[in-house]
T-cell receptor, first 114, second 111 residues
């Protein structure tokens, strides 16, 4: 089974802090994604990466950056956390081989910015 | 870009009844429509999907229908069970690797 692991289930940070959310997948998937989940808004794409060191902006990239130095790891960075970034963050991965399109999600990181 | 609307936001049914969740999309270029189930404390998990060249797909108690002309697709769950209680999301694939998700439906199956 594909496993997508997010390093923290819960995080509490202060306004202005630099925050790192880490995601690791174990299926050699080329594509990785970061979503934000808010009640009534569904999942919104922040950034995605289709290869090591490659990234593309999603629909809500403002205030975020990403890093993909290794194929299995995709990091989401909040350069200066703000209270409006309090949310559930979901990481996902998919492959461009075979049954492409299926996204496998991690359990999520609930971030609170105080 | 794509826009996906999902209804209803909450749905309560009696065990054994059927549940239907509906989604509409805006971009006729979208060609892949997955449905995800998210249980409490877990990430979304794919339960069924359909491609634009197919009108209906079934997997045991779950079915998805797609009307390309009207740009809407629906999830049907028959003989609901308490373990079907979860949040369900529809999605549409807009272009290479970009998915747009609906706002979610919280399904409650009462024993």
């Amino acid at each position: 089974d594909v496993k997508v692991t997010q390093s923290s289930r819960y995080l509490v940070k202060r306004t202005g802090e630099k925050v790192f959310l880490e995601c690791v997948q174990d299926m050699d998937h080329e594509n990785m994604f970061w979503y934000r989940q808010d009640p009534g808004l569904g999942l919104r794409l922040i950034y995605f990466s289709y290869d090591v060191k490659m990234k593309e902006k999603g629909d809500i990239p403002e205030g975020y950056s990403v890093s993909r130095e290794k194929k299995e790891r995709f990091s989401l960075i909040l350069e200066s956390a703000s209270t409006n970034q309090t949310s559930m963050y979901l990481c996902a991965s998919s492959t461009s081989r075979g049954a492409a399109d299926i996204q496998y999600f991690g359990a999520g990181t609930r971030l609170s910015v105080l | 870009g794509e826009n996906v609307e999902q209804h209803p936001s909450t749905l309560s049914v009696q065990e054994g009844d059927s549940a239907v969740i509906k989604c509409t999309y805006s971009d006729s270029a979208s060609n892949y429509f997955p449905w995800y189930k998210q249980e409490l404390g877990k990430g979304p998990q794919l339960i069924i999907d359909i491609r634009s060249n197919v009108g209906e797909k079934k997997d045991q108690r779950i079915a998805v229908t797609l009307n390309k002309t009207a740009k809407h697709f629906s999830l049907h769950i028959t003989e609901t069970q308490p373990e079907d209680s979860a949040v369900y999301f529809c999605a549409a694939k807009y272009n290479f690797n970009k998915f747009y998700f609906g706002s979610g439906t919280k399904l409650n199956v009462k024993p």
